[in-house]
């Protein structure tokens, strides 16, 4: 725990707790208080190996699955996230935890429909943590909104914002999702207003704001926004707000700089089929039509 205040003592530590496997080379505990140190140093590789051997050793400990998970979930793999989280769910079938982390990977590997089923189960387990409980309900939106199940994706955003009401990520994506949708506009532009008031140097959060004043048919405000978004380099490199510029400028009768956009979208990965049409026909064509 002193780590956070002194990191030299992380050699001590170590030696410490390399007595401790000297004193007891075959105890699970001596090698997941090791891999312990080693998390809380950010030296994941080192603490998996250590996590791995306690396991070998005795496999009956949750809190060592758990971590197991934690570091793949900070090493941001959910190939391996999903392999651990399996063993986990079957091993330890009434743990909240393992159906969490099973329908992280199953999300960011883009299995929509096994995301939507895990994370159900997790919710049938529940967890007594609020935090956690919210994360469920805001990561099965994204998971509904996939898979084009809108009610249900609204109604999982509202229980997570009634657990969670300064969620930024939360009141952005559900913002943005009704915005694509042309629904409840007011109520997004409201929500999206709060994240930016959370959160006032997101790039991200403002290109939301601005294409939902671009979907209320207020061009002007919403150009005033996005091009807030585009004095950071973040959106500067990102397509879907290039092109959105584009469609604003177009409505803004500025057809020859909406073109300059759209191509930009397009050279930096952009290839839907709307944003070939526009290049093509040199117009503004809204996403009903596409």
């Avoid at 791995?52 to 570091?71: C, E, G, H, P």
């Avoid at 999300?107 to 469920?136: C, E, H, R």
């Avoid at 199940?149 to 229980?159: A, I």
Wanted: proline share 3%; charged share 25%; glycine share 4%.
């Amino acid at each position: 725990q002193m780590l956070e205040m002194d990191t030299t003592k992380l050699e001590e530590g170590l030696l410490l707790t390399d007595l401790v496997i000297k004193a007891h080379p075959t105890e699970a505990k001596a090698y997941a208080l090791r891999a312990d140190m080693y998390s809380q140093a950010d030296m994941l590789d080192s603490a998996l190996a250590c996590y791995n051997k306690a396991i070998s050793l005795d496999d009956t400990r949750f809190s060592v699955w758990y971590q197991l998970m934690w570091i793949y979930s900070r090493k941001e793999d959910p190939h391996a996230l999903l392999v651990i989280s399996n063993k986990v769910t079957d091993k330890f079938p009434q743990e909240f935890m393992g159906y969490y982390f099973k329908g992280v990977a199953s999300f960011l590997l883009q299995q929509y429909p096994s995301a939507v089923t895990t994370l159900n189960k997790a919710l049938t387990i529940g967890s007594g943590d609020k935090k956690f409980m919210a994360d469920v309900y805001s990561l099965l939106g994204d998971a509904y909104h996939a898979t084009a199940q809108h009610e249900l994706s609204d109604s999982s955003y509202e229980r997570a914002l009634m657990l969670r009401p300064k969620d930024a990520v939360v009141l952005n994506n559900y913002s943005y999702y009704l915005s694509l949708r042309g629904e409840h506009l007011e109520k997004a532009a409201s929500m999206s207003r709060r994240s930016l008031e959370l959160q006032p140097e997101s790039a991200t959060y403002m290109d939301t704001y601005a294409w939902i004043l671009f979907r209320m048919d207020k061009f002007e405000e919403a150009r005033q926004w996005i091009e807030k978004a585009l004095q950071y380099p973040v959106a500067q490199e990102d397509p879907n707000v290039l092109e959105h510029y584009g469609d604003i400028l177009f409505n803004l009768k500025e057809v020859a700089k909406a073109m300059e956009y759209w191509q930009k979208a397009r050279d930096k990965g952009a290839s839907s089929v709307g944003l070939t049409r526009k290049i093509a026909e040199k117009r503004y064509i809204h996403a009903s039509q596409q």
